[in-house]
T-cell receptor, first 115, second 110 residues
Framework: DAGVTQSPTHLIKTRGQQVTLRCSPK?????VSWYQQALGQGPQFIFQ???????QRGNFPDRFSGHQFPNYSSELNVNALLLGDSALYLC??????????????FGNGTRLTVT | GQQLNQSPQSMFIQEGEDVSMNCTSS?????WLWYKQDPGEGPVLLIALYKAGELTSNGRLTAQFGITRKDSFLNISASIPSDVGIYFCAGPTRPEKLTFGTGTRLTIIP
């Protein structure tokens, strides 16, 4: 039973560039959430996708966008990269019908470094 | 917005010792989750608590959902080297949107 998989594992970009991160949810899960984890901090919610639509969004600018595909996989896009976007980007999947507090299963993340 | 504060921020213990950490919130939560994160990996769910006053165990780990619903506690008994890592509490602020605590870093001294 494959868990949440993310690619790439590491990425180095230059300020102003654009980046796309990818996530495949745990088998049987239909909801994907993205989190940003800065060094030494807890993960911060970016947004969540269900049925190919953004369902919830955290306090992140429009430079952060996403997409969910019919097979439930998801992409996170960040435009006009800033140095402050350097972080570990975590994807988490869950089952929507389990409601509040349904346990999230996290991938191992993509480490993005912006120089 | 809601904030979850964890204490202590870091712990240095010897193998075999028991560990206690806690998490407090400015707001009420209906669910408390405890995650552990190892270096280079994503958080892994340890224990989920769904009811005020609930006490739940997972092996050597025991967590409690505070009666006020504004706090939670995690205890680890007889620590072993693989317990090293960062422990996060988390609570849903909206369905499936988790707010994470500031983390407690556990280090075991040889």
């Amino acid at each position: 039973d494959a868990g949440v998989t993310q690619s790439p594992t590491h990425l180095i970009k230059t300020r102003g560039q654009q980046v796309t991160l990818r996530c495949s949810p745990k088998s049987g899960h239909d909801t994907v959430s993205w989190y940003q984890q800065a060094l030494g901090q807890g993960p911060q919610f970016i947004f969540q996708y269900y049925e190919e639509e953004e369902r919830q969004r955290g306090n992140f600018p429009d430079r952060f966008s996403g997409h969910q595909f019919p097979n439930y996989s998801s992409e996170l896009n960040v435009n006009a990269l800033l140095l402050g976007d350097s972080a570990l980007y975590l994807c988490a999947s869950s089952l929507s019908f389990q409601g509040e507090g349904s346990p999230l299963h996290f991938g191992n993340g993509t480490r993005l470094t912006v120089t | 917005g809601q904030q979850l504060n964890q204490s202590p921020q870091s712990m240095f213990i010897q193998e075999g010792e028991d560990v206690s950490m806690n998490c407090t919130s400015s707001s009420i939560f209906n669910t408390w989750l405890w995650y552990k994160q190892d270096p280079g990996e994503g958080p892994v769910l340890l224990i989920a608590l769904y009811k005020a006053g609930e006490l739940t165990s997972n092996g050597r780990l025991t967590a409690q959902f505070g009666i006020t619903r504004k706090d939670s506690f995690l205890n680890i008994s007889a620590s072993i080297p693989s317990d090293v890592g960062i422990y996060f509490c988390a609570g849903p602020t909206r369905p499936e949107k988790l707010t994470f605590g500031t983390g407690t870093r556990l280090t075991i001294i040889p």
